[in-house]
C-alpha cells in the first residue's frame, strides 16, 4: 500500500467505532480472497520500455467504487465523497446513507447508479427511475450477490443494522419496500434482467462481479455498456480467485468491444498501471476511499485520490508512457 494510504487507514482505524471498521475492512468466510486481492499485485512486477520519446497524458483511469452506508465513516458519509472526486466518476451505492439525488447534485462530474436487482421488478424499476430523475449517467448492476455474504467479524459483533437515524436512503418511501433499511438479494438474478433493465431505461447499463471469460462474453451479448471485473471486495465468496487473477481471460474475451474496470486490491498508483496492462480500462478504488473519508471527510478522500494519481502518473512516465501485458512479470522473473 502507498505510505500516505497506509497512513490515511491507519488513522481511520483508530478514529472509527471498531464495529464500523470491522464491517468496512472484513470480507467473507477466512477472508482469504480479501487477502489475495492485494496480495495479487504484489506478485508482479513492470519491464519498463525506455527511450521511449513520447508526452505523457495526465488521464487518470479511476473511478470511485461503489461501497455502502459512508456515514459510519463520517457525519457528511457520501456528500462528502462525491465533492472530493472532483469529476471522477462516483459509483454511488444503493444502500447509500445520502439519497443519490443529493449525491448528484454535490458531485462535479458523473455520477454512476449502483443497482441490487430487487425480488420485485416494480421496486427495481423505481430505484431505476430515482437514479434517472437525479441525473446519474449510467447504472451499475451487482451480479455476484444472489445472496447476502457471510461476514465473520459482523456476525461475532452482532452488527445486522444501521445504527438509529441513518438508513439507506434509496429505499424511503419505496412501494412494496417495509422501510429504508430493507434491501433484499435476488437468487433468480439472470440474464433476463438484464434485458429487462436495458429495456426500461436510456441509460448505459454495466455489469459489475464478473470474473469467468464466458459471463463476460455473455455480458456483451447481452448489450452491457461494460464489465467491472470483481469479487465484491472479497466480501461475497472465499473460494474465487483475486480479482486481477481472473482479469486477463476477461480482456481477452471482451477482446475490446466494451469497458473493462478492475476493483479489488488497488492500493498505489503502481497497481493501477499494473491493471491498466493486463488489459483494464480503468480501476475501481473502494476502501481506500473510506479510510481517506474516515480520516479526514472530504479532504481525506480528496488526498486518496491525489496521491494515487501522482504515483500513477510517475510510473507511467517511468514506463516510456506505454503499458503492455508484456511488460508485466512475475516477481523473481529472469530474463
Known sequence: MNPALAELHDKARAVLDPVHYDFFAGGVGDEVVLAENEAAFRS???????????KIGTDFPV??????????????????????????????????TVPIADVVAAATGPVWFQLYVQPDMAVTEELVRRAERAGCAALV??????????HRRDIEHGFHDLPAGLAAENMR????????????MSADVSWEHIGRLRGMTSLPVWVKGVLHPADAVLAVEHGVAGIVVSNHGGRQLDLVPASLDALPAV????????????DGGVRSGGDIAIALALGATAVGIGRPVLWGLAADGEAGVRRVLDVLRDEFLHVLTM?????????????????
Open 319 to 335: 514506463c516510456g508512457g506505454v503499458l503492455s501485458r508484456d511488460m508485466v512479470v512475475h516477481r523473481g522473473f529472469r530474463c
Open 251 to 262: 480482456a481477452d474475451a471482451v477482446a475490446g468491444r466494451v469497458p473493462v474496470v478492475l
Open 141 to 150: 448492476v451487482t451480479a455476484d450477490s444472489p445472496v447476502f455474504g457471510r
Open 44 to 54: 508482479l512486477a513492470l519491464l519498463p520500455r525506455v527511450l521511449r520519446g513520447g
Open 63 to 96: 473511478l470511485i467504487s461503489p461501497t455502502a452506508f459512508h456515514k459510519l465513516a463520517h457525519p457528511d458519509g457520501e456528500l462528502a465523497t462525491a465533492r472530493a472526486a472532483d469529476g471522477t466518476v462516483v459509483v454511488s451505492s444503493m444502500a447509500s
Open 173 to 184: 418511501d419505496l412501494a412494496g419496500v417495509a422501510g429504508p433499511r430493507d434491501i433484499a
